[in-house]
């Protein structure tokens, strides 16, 4: 079997599991935000009762992050319907935005804006990044999640996908998941990057090379020994976007910088630290297999309209652009940060360019992190980047008209985010580049589509 076949086997108490068989799954993890979690929990009271109680209190995540640091009534409403059912159930697992009072509502200060750090002690920020972070990415489980990219958890050797509300509510109440055994492509890394590129330049290569549909409803295992020279945080960039080449999931091996990453998350936050990985068997069927030659990668752009759209940076050089933006779950981590750091310092930015970390986590490490003796945050600020204050979503999913970095008007955008469908970051007649903090933040120096390779010091 596969890794993704001999997890879900496992979660279905079954011998093997071939691809094509409809299984019920046992999940461990259901994670869900204020996008999907009041419609979630919605489904769950109708279909169960309202006095329900969920299925498992400890296996609920639930952390508002998408449109939160925006004054629209209704998204605010969203996270006090989150924090209510977090209250009623007794979750121990909620996230919320703000140290809150009994009653207390979450209210944003547009006057304080993305300026002030709006949020409390216990805001995690975006979803992804957050669930790894705090400890609930463990090796050889299922989480289900109402968000496309939870795919992400895959560079855990977990399986990991994204649900609709109904499916979300059924596991709220039971536990358990109707799934299709997905069939696997296989891709074998080899060699390692060269300087200037970077994970989110090979899962660009490889949308590119599937298109956006190339995947659809398959797993996507990535593997080789190139594979094990990726840090976990470049791993979740690579799982981040097996969605976009419409992947069901991705996942990679297990090896001892998972074990590392994981044991001392579970260790810091108090989790459930007992797992057992899936290694691989030598009789794997694969739908397809690939090999990959990392160092012979280049840094990659995915242009308007779609994240197949694949050309390379030193391509694109006349393409002038009028926005930069550095954030979300697959670019706004700490060694994202790092790596557009790296370029900027010294530098300054010549188009509007905006930053968002994707956690206070992240947020805390730019203030820590040095580079020649300057935090990467006075970096980004010396370069003329506008920071938020506010780790979350922000602009990557457009979100209300108020949201920092939001694409308000027309315009061409180069961006860390991992979609650019029309629309995707707010005004329709949009065009949104997708590249690596390196190449983003090299392009925000240059105004225009640029190779971070001439940028290196
Ligand atoms: S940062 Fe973007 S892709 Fe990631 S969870 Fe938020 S909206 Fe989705």
Redesign the pocket.
């Given at each position: 079997m596969t890794l993704t076949e001999k997890v879900l086997a496992r979660a279905a108490k079954r011998a093997v599991v071939t691809a094509g068989d409809n299984i019920w799954t046992s999940v461990d993890i259901l994670l869900t935000h204020d996008v999907c979690g009041p419609g979630t929990i919605g489904v769950f009271k109708r279909e169960f009762g309202a006095n329900a109680k969920v299925w498992d209190r400890e296996k609920i995540v639930i952390t508002p992050?998408?449109y939160i640091f925006t004054s629209d009534a209704k998204c605010n409403r969203n996270v006090d319907i989150l924090r209510e059912f977090a209250a009623e159930q007794n979750l121990p697992y909620f996230y919320d935005v703000i140290d809150a009072k009994p009653g207390q509502r979450w209210v944003y200060d547009p006057e304080k804006a993305n300026k002030v750090p709006q949020y409390g002690s216990r805001y995690a920020g975006?979803?992804?990044s957050a669930v790894a972070q705090k400890g609930h990415t463990r090796p050889g489980e299922v989480m289900i999640g109402t968000?496309s990219?939870t795919c992400s958890a895959g560079a855990f050797n977990m399986f990991s996908t994204g649900v609709g509300n109904t499916d979300a509510g059924f596991v709220m109440g039971t536990g358990k998941i109707l799934l299709k055994v997905p069939p696997t492509i296989y891709w074998e890394f080899e060699n390692t990057l060269s300087p200037g590129v970077m994970a989110k330049d090979i899962i660009l290569y490889i949308i590119g090379e599937l298109g956006v549909d190339g995947a659809t409803y398959c797993a996507l295992q990535f593997g080789g020994e190139g594979s094990h020279l990726l840090s976990m945080e470049e791993r979740m960039t690579i799982t981040n976007m097996a969605i976009e080449a419409g992947g069901k999931n991705g996942i990679f091996e297990f090896d001892s910088t998972t074990r590392d990453f994981v044991d001392e998350r579970c260790r810091i936050n108090g989790t459930k630290s007992q797992y057992t990985p899936v290694d691989r068997d030598s009789d794997e069927k694969f739908l397809k297999t690939f090999k990959l030659d990392l160092s012979q990668l280049e840094p990659t752009v995915a242009c308007h309209p779609n994240p197949g759209v694949r050309k390379l940076a030193r391509e694109l050089r006349s393409e002038k652009l009028d926005r930069a933006y550095i954030g979300?779950?697959?670019g706004g981590k700490t060694s994202d940060f790092f790596a557009a750091a790296q370029i900027l310092r010294g530098r300054q930015v010549s188009i509007p360019t905006f930053a968002v970390p994707?956690t206070p986590e992240v947020e805390r490490d730019m203030k820590t992190l040095q580079i020649e003796g300057k935090t990467l945050w006075q970096i980004l600020e010396d370069s003329g980047a506008l920071i938020s204050a506010n780790p979350g979503?922000a602009a990557?999913?457009g979100g209300p008209q108020d949201t920092f970095g939001r694409m308000n008007q027309t315009g061409k955008c180069i961006s860390t985010?991992?979609?650019n469908f029309p629309g995707r970051m707010g005004d329709k007649e949009a065009h949104i580049f997708l590249a690596s903090p390196s190449t983003v933040a090299a392009s925000a120096v240059a105004g225009y589509v640029a190779d971070p390779r001439d940028y290196l010091q």
């Open positions: 992050d998408h975006v979803c992804h968000d990219h979300s779950c697959t994707a979503c990557c999913l985010t991992n979609r």
